[in-house]
């Protein structure tokens, strides 16, 4: 159909046209049986589109009802009741009790809080990797997969291994933050799916199995002006970071960055600057996580302060 | 995205309602996420002649109304908005009761009706049923970027959204989706039947 045309419809059913352009419309409409079922089947998209919205608000309410009814229940078992407190909503009571947990927690979490590993310790450090000690970025709070790094075997108890523990440190860091914004996104894409016949298909199948070798190999060979082209880079920049080879993840995460203007490339940013303290740079990587918390989106900017104070502790 | 404790205003809620999702979400929360307007429909619609289950019905369809008419721009800000909302729960249920009880001559003083009528035209059955069945031909991605461009998002809030590369490529997607829509309903069985109602209009 006539783009135009299309438009001329969107902007009748919006109410956006001129008293004139209106009644021309409608002349026409009234005097073509075709263009008339077409704006009917536009009205009934629309509807298809409302119910869609109507779906999802009911189903949300049904959520918050049920919500409601569970603080309810919480309240009446947790709290005894007596004529005073029944006067008040019952919200404020549970809201009473969540800030006592909370505080408890808090304080809790802080007494336990791992120190940093020192050579000079008799015990070694625990081998997992700590969060930042202030509250890490929303989106790290909604991820599943713990922020545990496979540490040191047990055996080193008695033997550890000297190391400058600020890199090993930073490194662990780098990983941790990795593993917490990474998840299922590296195999995601834009949102499309792979054809299952393409040397891309084939090395996230080798991602997915850990043969991130062969991954790597596959993805170096897609050529640049391949429609997946940079899908390839920037699986390869993961499978390297999976791979413990970091300076070849910087690599192919700055020349994603270097070259896309949008949510790939500041994706990329961020994975450059992981890549680059776990790889032993953090001078750099320093100052490219001063600009992401600077001129990135916001969410990716609480990540990088979140990061920066975790090194500036170390 | 509105702050927790943000002190919601009339103002504040309508622009809430039509902007961002979280935002959009957040203010229905907190005007109907408690009980307290539920409960005050169920008492408004047993006290005029219906149930307990009418009166939970008539509080879902009525948010419904009040959160389409907002997006629309149907609230014309001449009353609260809590006010509106129950506007929209008195016409709702005298039309309900119109449809249910034909031969009941209702008077609108029973009713209350101090209010301008509001709309509450709901989308018809034989409608619901032609589009649903659409509907689940269309796909899951489809679903969501039909239900974003509902809302009226920008192409570039629906690619973050939905994890789409660009707002060109959201751009594409929503075309498509909308194209595949279109000609799905146009397949329709019964479809005839309510074009010729839609063109007698």
Known sequence: MNPNLLDKIEAYLDNALSTEEKAAFEQAVAEDQALAEEVAIFQLEREGRELLIEAELREKLLQWNAAEEDDRDLTNREIPENSAQKKKPANWRLILLLS???SLAVLLAWWYWPLEPSVNQQSLPEPSVTTPRNSPPPILQQEEKAPVVQGEPSIKKTTPKVTTPETNSEQQLAIAYYERSEGADVLRGDGTATPASTPLQAAKDDYRSKNFARAAAT??????????????????????????????AAKAFRHISDRNNNERGEKARWYLALSLIAGGQSDEATALL??????????MQEWAKALLEALGRR | MQAINQVWTDERLEAAICGAQADREAALRHL?????????????VVNHGGTEADGQ??????????????????????????????AIVKWHWLTLRRRIKPEVEFNPSTYDEQ???VDV??????????????????????????LLTGLSLSNEEIAREMGISSPEMAKKDVFRCRERFRELIRQRPGLEAILQSMLRK
Not at chain 2, 63 to 79: A, H, M, P, T, W
Not at chain 2, 124 to 129: M, Y
């Open chain 1, 100 to 102: 006592v947990f909370s």
């Open chain 1, 219 to 248: 993805l170096k060979k897609i050529p640049e002006g391949d429609p997946y082209y940079w899908q390839a880079q920037d699986l390869l920049g993961h499978t390297l970071f999976s791979e413990k080879n970091y300076a070849e």
């Open chain 1, 290 to 299: 001063k600009n992401i918390s600077n001129d990135a989106e916001p969410e």
């Open chain 2, 32 to 44: 109907f996420g408690g009980r307290k307007q539920m409960d005050r429909v169920k008492k408004y």
């Open chain 2, 57 to 86: 019905d008539v509080f879902q369809d009525a948010v419904v109304l009040f959160e389409r008419n907002i997006r629309q721009g149907k609230y014309n800000r001449q009353s609260a908005l809590e006010t509106y909302f129950f």
């Open chain 2, 115 to 117: 209010e301008q009528p």
């Open chain 2, 121 to 146: 035209k709901i989308i018809s059955d034989d409608h619901r049923e032609v589009l649903n069945s659409a509907l689940t031909l269309v796909g899951d991605k489809c679903k969501k970027i039909l």
